[in-house]
């Protein structure tokens, strides 16, 4: 563990997820760790488990912050969680910190919709999901940037109705309905005013690569030969990393003028304009048509 108690009290959200390719045995290697203001990435544990389901991450979360409560008498309880959609870590989050919100990682949730676009089984609708994947990759981000529940819905309505007169697959609407608008509350992956901080897993997926091109150099290696590399991982990584944890956004000028901006426009409409979005969306669509027609 790599944090301080200091630096845990001050940062409300960590971010979790699972490794493989490490170890001969096949086993994985679960992470979690924190950023500092500047979004560099800051472990704070890991483990290696013979499985990745709940109970492994229930055993991992405890284990981190029963360590907190005996080392720093620090009882940790995190406002935010980021990570993929696994079933086996949001169900531990729920019992280890049930008043943590979690968010789906934006990222994750934009590859589970494509890879669903290309394993779709009837070859017709495939070809018109992967002719209008632009479109739908869009529509997420538009999506992703609401900042109220509100917003989130009537920005749903309006791209629903464009891709039923696109001719999506009703089946393919009503499972992105399923999977990533009903069951937001559960897995949100929309920003919801939450800025300041990454909802990618982008930082711990870098870290994962620095474990195995530093340490293991792409190899996999044994349990014993694995702990020695960790030892000296986490020493190393330690040292490199003991700058003074920042603590304070440094946002350049230009956001801040932005955002008073933002502020001076708020009584013309709420923070983020539907209407804005989906001219904007709009505006792609006729490009991207374009493009097509010239392709043609």
Same mark, same amino acid.
């Given at each position: 563990?790599?944090?301080?108690?200091?630096?845990?009290?001050?940062?409300?959200?960590?971010?979790?997820?699972?490794?493989?390719?490490?170890?001969?045995?096949?086993?994985?290697?679960?992470?979690?760790?924190?950023?500092?203001?500047?979004?560099?990435?800051?472990?704070?544990?890991?483990?290696?488990?013979?499985?990745?389901?709940?109970?492994?991450?229930?055993?991992?979360?405890?284990?981190?912050?029963?360590?907190?409560?005996?080392?720093?008498?620090?009882?940790?309880?995190?406002?935010?969680?980021?990570?993929? *959609? *696994?079933?086996?870590?949001?169900?531990?989050?729920?019992?280890?910190?049930?008043?943590?919100?979690?968010?789906?990682?934006?990222?994750?949730?934009?590859?589970?919709?494509?890879?669903?676009?290309?394993?779709?089984?009837?070859?017709?609708?495939?070809?018109?999901?992967? !002719?209008?994947?632009?479109?739908?990759?869009?529509?997420?981000?538009?999506?992703?940037?609401?900042?109220?529940?509100?917003?989130?819905?009537?920005?749903?309505?309006?791209?629903?109705?464009?891709?039923?007169?696109? %001719?999506?697959?009703?089946?393919?609407? %009503?499972?992105?309905?399923?999977?990533?608008?009903?069951?937001?509350?559960?897995?949100?992956?929309?920003?919801?005013?939450?800025?300041?901080?990454?909802?990618?897993?982008?930082?711990?997926?870098?870290?994962?690569?620095?474990?195995?091109?530093?340490?293991?150099?792409?190899?996999?290696?044994?349990?014993?030969?694995?702990?020695?590399?960790?030892?000296?991982?986490?020493?190393?990584?330690?040292?490199?990393?003991?700058?003074?944890?920042?603590?304070?956004?440094?946002?350049?000028?230009?956001?801040?003028?932005?955002?008073?901006?933002?502020?001076?426009? %708020?009584?013309? !409409?709420?923070?983020?304009?539907?209407?804005?979005?989906?001219?904007?969306?709009?505006?792609? %669509?006729?490009?991207?048509?374009?493009?097509?027609?010239?392709?043609?």
């Amino acid at each position: 563990m790599l944090l301080s108690k200091k630096d845990l009290m001050e940062k409300a959200i960590f971010y979790t997820d699972a490794t493989y390719k490490l170890l001969l045995n096949g086993f994985s290697v679960l992470t979690l760790g924190t950023e500092n203001s500047n979004h560099n990435f800051r472990l704070i544990a890991l483990a290696i488990s013979a499985h990745e389901n709940t109970s492994s991450f229930n055993r991992f979360f405890s284990r981190v912050k029963v360590s907190l409560q005996s080392y720093f008498s620090f009882n940790w309880k995190p406002n935010f969680v980021v990570s993929d *959609a *696994a079933d086996s870590i949001l169900l531990a989050i729920e019992k280890v910190f049930p008043t943590a919100q979690h968010f789906r990682c934006f990222f994750h949730a934009v590859k589970a919709a494509r890879e669903k676009t290309i394993r779709w089984k009837d070859k017709n609708e495939k070809e018109t999901l992967k !002719g209008n994947w632009g479109y739908i990759n869009y529509a997420m981000k538009l999506l992703h940037r609401t900042c109220s529940e509100e917003e989130f819905r009537s920005l749903w309505d309006l791209v629903s109705q464009d891709w039923k007169q696109k %001719k999506l697959s009703d089946s393919f609407i %009503k499972y992105f309905q399923k999977n990533f608008i009903n069951n937001c509350q559960k897995q949100r992956w929309n920003r919801m005013l939450k800025f300041g901080f990454n909802l990618t897993n982008n930082s711990i997926e870098r870290f994962h690569c620095d474990i195995k091109d530093t340490f293991t150099e792409r190899k996999k290696l044994k349990l014993t030969e694995f702990l020695l590399k960790l030892s000296k991982m986490v020493r190393d990584y330690s040292i490199d990393h003991s700058d003074e944890f920042c603590l304070e956004h440094n946002i350049p000028l230009n956001i801040w003028r932005h955002a008073l901006h933002l502020l001076k426009e %708020k009584s013309k !409409g709420p923070f983020y304009d539907i209407r804005e979005g989906m001219s904007l969306f709009i505006k792609k %669509k006729r490009s991207l048509d374009l493009f097509e027609s010239r392709k043609r």
